[in-house]
């Protein structure tokens, strides 16, 4: 059965998440990004393909990045004296969210760049 009050308590949990990852510098700087890749969005118009491919690479650098600084946060709960692989383990999880924003740049080069070279070849 569904529980609206249990619901809401679960969403108000997540923004509280949210927030939380917004306090964290490569979040926002990955949030700037993400606007900035909407907005050539919007104004070039793409294919609707192209939009879907783009919002997933979006989320899936978002979702990276708050699951890095969990990784992180819970690294240093155990210290990294704990084991020799915890520096491993977040360095590891760094490297994830590198590999994805590269290749969301990539990917993002891509599409934009047809659009880019017949916006400059309209200007001239």
Request: net charge positive; with cysteine; hydrophobic share 60%.
């Amino acid at each position: 059965m569904f529980y609206l009050k249990r619901f809401v308590k679960s969403i108000s949990y997540a923004l509280k998440g949210l927030r939380i990852a917004f306090k964290e510098q490569n979040f926002k700087i990955h949030i700037l990004f993400s606007i900035i890749v909407i907005f050539f969005i919007i104004s070039f118009q793409l294919r609707l393909w192209e939009s879907v491919v783009l919002v997933i690479m979006i989320v899936l650098v978002l979702v990276l990045e708050i699951i890095n600084s969990i990784i992180e946060r819970i690294v240093d709960i155990l210290e990294p004296r704990v084991h020799p692989y915890a520096k491993n383990i977040k360095d590891m999880m760094a490297a994830a969210v590198l590999v994805a924003s590269l290749g969301a740049i990539v990917i993002g080069c891509l599409i934009f760049l047809p659009y880019f070279f017949s916006f400059v070849q309209y200007l001239k």
